[in-house]
């Protein structure tokens, strides 16, 4: 094979169509493989693994794309690199022909003056002066972009609670509002149960579970991972509430997030206490019984619990969650067994590669209760082991996927399957490896048939692995998603994965899979 590579020095295309471009190469005849990547040390890792990284290509900068493939004979890998250029201008000028789009914010409202939200995606280094444009002529703002200075997400919010605006964000993937989806999300009933979540795939998770019970929202409101930070204050997360407790259309409220500062639970559970509408919290991997008894105040420990005991209080039923996740728990333990005694003595790891980062999160949490031994990651739990490189394994290890290491100049895993491919086939290789968990996230904004790549994907490391590889995971979805949730999880039944009803089964199983507990 004859791997060659074209470095464009300075040169960005937006990461879809790095993506689509890549997706075309890899279709020529004679290509084997092939890469189209900003030349971030993440995505040069990516490539050294899969064979493409040459010397010329080592030496490129984060600024730089890198085109690179690898073919039968070097006239093949020659004309592919060619074409790359060919198909990277004519998505340049695609994108400046057709119907009219607005370039500014200013001209968006100029030609749709009843909006009163804007969804900000841009490079982080415009993301903020994008959002002051937004909310100065007073427009809620949905900031999906990243790398927000700490500074300027507190006085964006300060401004937003000031004038009555929602600045959800930064890094917020996941909002619906008035039963329209923006960013990540799925297509939910309408119901009773208010969302406010500092975590996109959290309220994903939490809103698809209630779904399949049949609880609709009225409202999920993203707040963005740092909010609930001491620095921050929980400015939105307490905005929201406040709004949702005056709302009559919502008659519970489920809160979302990793353990916040201490001093904002006071803040948040002072709110909390002002209103007497049920309160489901989920401080996922915090200490539930530290906090203080409030009447209306129900606490849980993970997004399955949150979803099951939300449910509970809107159909009125009595049944004990509790009791419910011990009889499930000990049907994972008895699947768990079985599967076990298919594995030879030197399988001893797990290892998570993980699209959503709440559910990476969550899966860490319970893991952590269960093993007697860390589990390494490139988004750990505070106070657990980090991976020296996020792009190989140590021992027990989940990666976070949708990280900004791996997002920079490349499309988030939900939509583009190549980078978790990469690292399922290389997981695959290594003997050690008992079990890989998989999520599957659905629904708007997510690639358009997930299990269309993965499905042979799976295969393959199936076949790679020349033993019993086992293969969990877990669909986020709902059966009216565009992708259709029961369709999903056959899709991934026929290709020999153990599927579970949520994340934390999921999780649980493998955890069960890899400890003592199964024996």
């Not at 690179?68 to 592919?80: I, K, Y």
Request: hydrophobic share 45%; aromatic share 4%; net charge negative.
């Amino acid at each position: 094979m004859i791997t060659k590579a074209l470095l464009k020095p300075s040169e960005y295309h937006d990461s879809v169509s790095l993506m689509l471009v890549a997706r075309e190469l890899s279709k020529l005849e004679g290509i084997r493989d092939a890469a189209v990547m900003m030349a971030t040390e993440a995505n040069k890792s990516i490539m050294a693994e899969a064979g493409l990284l040459t010397a010329e290509a080592d030496s490129a900068t984060p600024n730089d794309l890198l085109i690179a493939v690898s073919a039968e004979e070097a006239s093949v890998a020659e004309a592919a690199l060619q074409k790359a250029e060919v198909l990277l201008k004519k998505k340049a000028a695609a994108s400046e022909t057709g119907e009219f789009k607005p370039k500014t914010i200013r001209g968006a409202l100029a030609s749709n003056q009843a909006a009163n939200v804007a969804v900000i995606s841009v490079a982080g280094r415009y993301a903020t002066d994008e959002a002051w444009e937004a909310l100065t002529r007073g427009l809620h703002v949905l900031l999906f972009s990243d790398n927000v200075s700490l500074e300027d997400e507190i006085a964006l919010k300060k401004y937003a609670r000031d004038h009555g605006l929602l600045l959800m964000g930064p890094g917020a993937g996941t909002t619906i509002l008035n039963n329209v989806a923006l960013g990540f999300a799925n297509v939910l009933p309408r119901g009773p149960v208010g969302i406010v979540s500092a975590a996109g795939t959290g309220l994903q998770e939490v809103s698809t579970l209630l779904a399949r019970r049949g609880v609709g929202i009225t409202q999920g409101i993203g707040t963005g991972g740092r909010d609930l930070k001491k620095e921050v204050g929980g400015i939105m997360m307490l905005e929201a509430l406040k709004a949702l407790q005056q709302d009559d259309a919502t008659q519970v409220l489920v809160l979302v997030s990793k353990p916040p500062a201490a001093e904002v639970v006071k803040t948040i559970l002072d709110q909390v206490a002002a209103s007497v509408k049920p309160t489901v919290i989920c401080f996922l991997g915090g200490d539930v019984s530290a906090l203080p008894k409030l009447p209306n105040l129900i606490a849980t420990g993970t997004l399955y619990e949150c979803a099951l005991l939300a449910a509970n209080v809107v159909q009125g039923q009595s049944g004990n969650v509790k009791e419910l996740l011990e009889v499930e728990n000990a049907k994972l333990a008895e699947q768990a067994k079985a599967l076990k005694a298919k594995l030879n003595p030197n399988q001893r790891y797990l290892r998570g590669l993980f699209s959503g980062g709440t559910l990476c999160y969550e899966a860490q949490v319970i893991w952590k209760e269960m093993l007697d031994v860390p589990v390494y990651s490139n988004a750990p739990l505070p106070g657990g082991p980090s991976l020296q490189d996020s792009t190989r394994s140590y021992q027990h290890t989940t990666v976070d996927l949708g990280e900004e290491e791996f997002t920079v100049g490349r499309p988030h895993p939900m939509i583009d399957n190549d980078l978790r491919i990469r690292r399922l086939l290389q997981e695959a290789r290594d003997p050690e490896v008992a079990v890989l968990l998989l999520d599957v996230v659905i629904g708007y904004g997510a690639h358009p048939d997930p299990l269309s790549e993965l499905g042979p994907a799976i295969r393959q490391a199936k076949a790679l692995a020349e033993r019993e590889l086992l293969v969990v995971a877990s669909v986020t979805g709902t059966e009216e998603d565009p992708q259709k949730l029961s369709t999903q999880i056959a899709a991934l039944q026929a290709a020999g994965v153990i599927v579970c009803e949520s994340n934390a089964a999921a999780a649980r199983l493998t955890g069960l899979l890899v400890s003592g507990g199964a024996q």
